[in-house]
């Protein structure tokens, strides 16, 4: 097994996650079989908690792990399925070492951070490149070089690298270069204290990826290879991009691969990014345009929906369009401006959430989409207000609702799932995970997916109430994909709507480029429709 190992310094936010992931994509396109693991650094045991203002979206894995949004990067630039055992915490670290200890594991010794915690950290990465097989595991670290909490992590690699070779550890490490002053002068020595930090640790870095508004000048690029102790051709630039599917290219470019190649000494044939560059060409060059309104509670963090974003843009590239983000917060929709939005919008889409603030804003465009022909697409808790909506405007069940929101209501049409009455915890206690759904022929969803039986990804508690299908199956909103034993409602279709559709699950987090999720692509085609016949009219 060989490693890379993907540090940042300086600041967070410097697209670590994406530069990790680049680095898996290249090395992928040249036949090497990857894999990706991210530590994360809080004492949360996961994600699952963790509000989406903080850390932006909980990724949902085939297994049920709840992960942080880079798990949905690696997974998306690798076109791979990852599990539980590629997101690391110090929570989780922690834990299994006690569980260890209060088992007799360590025969009486003292347990420690050294050797005990960094040996348990070892383990997790070498177990991922055992089960995974893979010939490269890239390990993102996350957090700042520096960081107190971050420690324990890096000593573990310093350990791992003398253990297995310099040829089989890379440190990658991620910088800023800033522009300042009226010239924008490109400032390195930002970049300096950060290897330097890493150096006080016992870590040289192997290539410094420096992030910076511009490409790099080959004064910055020299100043850092000198001061930083790494070869000229091991300094890569990192500019901003237009979309963040080029960065592969822009290591491509600069000959990173084959660097990487040569340091881990792997001798593999030349192979090429043709596939990614067609997509991305797509990207860039849409010949077609069209606006999806999201209305949610976090839109101000634009990673608490990123897969969303991911999945719109994998469908526009694959419908040679362009899909343009029109933003709304959902206690806002009555306001003018967001008014405004909803008229300008050829597709609406509500996503999942937690809670009962926005939900009434959510209502009211789910109503708007529903009343005037809208392409509209609920996901989750989306998919439980489109239903609640319809119970209330067409059922006339005026006061419908989620028990989530209204425990005493006298029509819950949404309601907790049986088995989730007595849990108490919050984390990792929903209905996770890739989950099998029965489709039914003939609908829009089995056209969307080619298939009768798919598997897709939850993340809920509540669900649509039995007790209340029948009633709103017979005004028009059909339950057209359901659970094996066809208790559970999945996907939604409301009859005579160009396209109204909701599902209890995520397809978002198995959208991929060139492999689009079919709910989102089938959103982006009629929003491309509607849009014609709008300019038509």
């Known amino acids: 097994m060989k490693c890379i190992i993907v540090t940042g310094g300086v600041l967070s936010g410097l697209g670590k996650g994406i530069t990790a992931s680049s680095i898996g994509c290249v090395l992928k396109a040249r036949g090497i079989k990857v894999t990706a693991m991210k530590i994360d650094p809080y004492l949360n045991s996961d994600a699952g908690t963790l509000n989406p203002f903080e850390h932006g979206e909980v990724f949902v894995l ?33 834990n299994s070492v006690i569980e260890k200890e209060r088992e007799g594991n360590f025969l009486g010794k003292t347990v420690q951070i050294i050797p005990h915690i960094t040996n348990e950290i070892k383990s997790m990465i070498s177990e991922v490149g055992r089960k995974s097989g ?7 670290l996350g957090g700042t070089v520096g960081d107190i909490e971050s420690m324990p992590f890096l000593e573990a690699m310093r350990q791992m690298h003398s253990e297995m070779g310099h040829e089989n550890y ?39 990826v420096a992030r910076s508004e511009n490409p790099l000048e080959d004064g910055a690029r020299r100043k850092i290879a000198l001061f930083c102790d790494v070869p000229l051709n091991a300094v890569i630039s990192a500019p901003d991009a237009k979309s963040i599917y080029q960065v592969p290219l822009f290591l491509e470019e600069q000959k990173l691969t084959d660097y990487l190649l040569n340091r881990m000494m792997l001798d593999v044939p030349e192979n090429g990014l043709a596939d990614w560059k067609k997509f991305l060409d797509k990207v860039m060059n849409p010949k077609k345009e069209t606006k999806i309104l999201l209305v949610g509670k976090y839109m101000e963090q634009r990673d608490s929906y ?4 991911e999945a719109l843009t994998h469908a526009g590239a694959e419908l040679n369009a362009k899909v343009t983000f029109l933003r709304v917060e959902a206690e806002d929709i009555t306001n003018e401006e967001s008014l405004l939005l909803l008229k300008e919008a050829d597709g609406i889409l509500i996503p999942g959430g937690f809670g009962s ?33 319809f119970s209330k405007n067409v059922l006339m069940f ?8 209204e425990p005493h209501t ?22 996770l995970g890739a989950q099998d759904i029965e489709v039914e022929k003939g609908t829009i969803a089995h056209k969307l997916y080619g298939a009768t039986t798919v598997s897709e990804r939850h993340r809920h508690r509540f669900e649509v109430n039995p007790h209340y299908i029948d009633r709103i ?38 959208s991929r480029p060139q492999k689009p999720a079919p709910m989102h692509y089938g959103l982006v085609k009629a929003a491309l429709e509607f849009s014609k016949k709008r300019k038509k009219a």
């Open 170 to 208: 890379v440190f990658v490490h991620t910088t800023l270069v800033p522009s300042l002053g009226t010239l924008k002068e490109q400032k390195t020595k930002p970049t300096q204290h950060s290897v330097k930090e890493m150096r006080a640790i016992g870590i040289q870095p192997d290539i410094i």
């Open 62 to 94: 085939d297994d049920g792990g709840e992960a942080d949004l880079d798990l949905g990067n690696y997974e998306r630039y690798l076109d791979t399925s990852l599990t539980s055992d590629h997101v690391m915490t110090t929570g989780k670290v922690y």
């Open 357 to 389: 603030r926005g939900t009434d804003g959510k209502i009211e465009a789910i109503k708007y989409a529903r009343e005037n022909g809208v392409p509209f697409l609920g996901v989750c808790l989306g998919f439980q207000l489109a239903v609640v909506e």
């Open 398 to 405: 005026h006061d419908a609702n989620s028990t989530e929101f």
């Open 473 to 510: 199956q017979e005004k028009g909103l059909k339950f057209t994909g359901r659970s094996p034993d066809g208790r559970k409602m999945e996907i939604a279709e409301l009859e005579g709507h160009p396209f109204f559709m909701g599902s209890q699950f995520h397809p978002e987090f198995k």
């Open 306 to 309: 990123m897969s969303h974003y």
């Open 134 to 140: 893979a010939d490269v595991v890239i390990v993102e």
């Open 410 to 431: 006298s029509h819950p049409v949404v309601d907790l799932l049986p088995e989730q009455k007595n849990v108490t915890k919050k984390g990792a206690t929903m209905r």
